[in-house]
């Protein structure tokens, strides 16, 4: 390979490995000061020069090659395909074509990135290498979220009694979470060194320090069954007593570390509630007077009196009783791209507009926040369908990859379903709309098509 090439391939991938961490900075603090837009300018630069160069004259099979990294997957291609070409001519029938034109910023900007990493990935190393990007993002996001709240730094500090970035904290911690989870598939099956545990170590203590924080009551669910799924897989990995008391003092420590960060924020956060109030103090932060922001602590308390599913429950009832009055044709197809939002904005429910008083009438702010729900309502049984589908068969791919590689079967079926999950009680555009959910079905498919190698002491990358 020549020279040139070399070193423009390395700074590709340099570059989309800093924008892929700049996509999560953004998505947990929902700004970065223009850093991932000039990343994407300079990376739309490099792939252009990359997608000429691969795809010359001289390499007439390039374009089956670069598919080929697939894995011949081509029943979750195809179902994606299908399903966005559906939503996409939805437009034409939809009460609201401004909504969907704002949700293609982001279908765009996926499949951008999605092109990037099918030119740039055709080696496990360099998609370790992109799971490391979510790894590192999210880790150095918590810890900046603790610094930024003891200084009241640059950021705004949304809430007094919750450690978040953005004051959605449920899109915060579940961007923090998946890039926790591809920290831990990393370290499970890397080779242990000093470096390497005590990095961890730090990483996971902080990282569920802030999660904990977050008050996420969702994330607060699905972290004990994550944990210890993958506590079972890290210590069942290891081949002899050495390796598994270092793991095993790995996971004391990163405890160790939790606990004392929580019992220190929360101390200090009750200091910062008793002099400035509730809902931020400092410079940049948000006014209001509080009186229900609530600890993590009172938060996670709802979940046993019930109250978790309150809001949702009143919003999907809605969209349900909305769906049912629909004519046959409108079951089957729809009433258009937006519908989902614009039923809020016309619906007269005393009960939605006490809940949701703060939002003072504006238009477009509410959604079915189920993509199940707003399938329904924007395409139909049609889309509901394809959606449902395109998912299960990515859930089969997941447990195909598992026959190969357990570990990374695990993360990829792990990943899907904090995705799918939250999309079902969340998301306001749906699957389309998350940007997670781009790159891991992406990730799972590649994963089935790469070759897997053995490291030097006989243990598989992908094991």
Same mark, same amino acid.
């Given at each position: ?40 300018? %300079?990376?739309? /630069? ?22 080929? !990294? ?87 500090? !949304? ?21 926790? *989870? ?40 699905? *972290? ?26 790995? /996971? ?55 109250? %978790? ?31 989902? /939002? ?9 009960? *939605? ?45 997941? /447990? ?52 897997? !190698?053995?490291?030097?002491?006989? !243990?598989?990358?992908?094991?």
């Amino acid at each position: 390979m020549p020279k040139f090439w070399e070193s423009r391939e390395n700074l590709f991938g340099a570059v989309l490995w800093l924008t892929l961490g700049a996509v999560v900075f953004e998505l947990a603090a929902t700004f970065s000061y223009r850093i991932l837009d000039l990343l994407l300018i %300079l990376l739309a /630069i490099l792939f252009l020069v990359s997608a000429i160069d691969y795809l010359r004259p001289s390499r007439p099979g390039a374009v089956a090659e670069l598919f080929g !990294r697939l894995g011949g997957r081509w029943i979750a291609v195809a179902l994606l395909a299908a399903y966005l070409l559906y939503d996409l001519s939805s437009l034409l029938w939809s009460p609201a074509p401004a909504y969907g034109m704002s949700k293609y910023k982001v279908v765009v900007l996926m499949i951008f990135l999605s092109a990037c990493i099918l030119l740039y990935v055709d080696s496990v190393p360099k998609l370790r290498a992109l799971l490391l990007s979510l790894g590192v993002a999210s880790g150095v996001t918590a810890a900046f979220s603790i610094v930024n709240y003891l200084l009241a730094g640059p950021f705004p500090v !949304r809430y007094t009694l919750r450690l978040t970035l953005r004051s959605d904290y449920n899109v915060f911690a579940t961007t923090l979470l998946l890039g926790l *989870l591809c920290a831990i598939y990393l370290f499970t099956t890397a080779k242990f060194t000093v470096m390497r545990c005590i990095l961890f170590a730090l990483d996971l203590g902080v990282t569920l320090t802030v999660l904990y924080l977050s008050a996420s009551r969702r994330i607060f669910l699905m *972290l004990p069954p994550i944990l210890l799924f993958w506590l079972c897989v890290l210590l069942f990995r290891q081949k002899s007593w050495r390796e598994l008391a270092t793991a095993i003092g790995v /996971i004391l420590a990163a405890g160790l570390l939790f606990w004392g960060g929580v019992w220190a924020m929360q101390n200090q956060m009750r200091i910062r509630y008793e002099e400035y109030g509730s809902f931020g103090f400092g410079q940049g932060s948000i006014g209001g007077n509080g009186s229900t922001e609530g600890s993590a602590v009172d938060r996670y308390e709802t979940v046993t009196e019930g109250g %978790l599913l309150q809001k949702r429950g009143l919003i999907w009832g809605i969209a349900w009783e909305d769906y049912q009055q629909f004519s046959l044709t409108e079951k089957l197809f729809g009433r258009g791209f937006g519908y989902d /939002i614009v039923l809020y904005d016309e619906v007269e429910n005393d009960e *939605l507009a006490q809940e949701y008083a703060h939002l003072n009438g504006q238009k477009g702010l509410l959604s079915a926040h189920s993509f199940l729900l707003a399938d329904l309502l924007n395409g139909g049984i049609v889309k509901a369908v394809l959606g449902l589908a395109l998912m299960l068969t990515l859930a089969w791919d997941c /447990i195909v990859l598992c026959r190969r590689s357990f570990p990374a079967g695990a993360l990829m079926g792990n990943a899907l379903a904090v995705v799918a999950l939250g999309s079902l009680v969340s998301n306001r555009f749906g699957l389309l709309y998350d940007k997670f959910f781009w790159l891991f079905a992406l990730f799972l498919l590649l994963a089935l098509g790469l070759p897997i !190698r053995q490291e030097p002491h006989q !243990r598989r990358v992908f094991s």
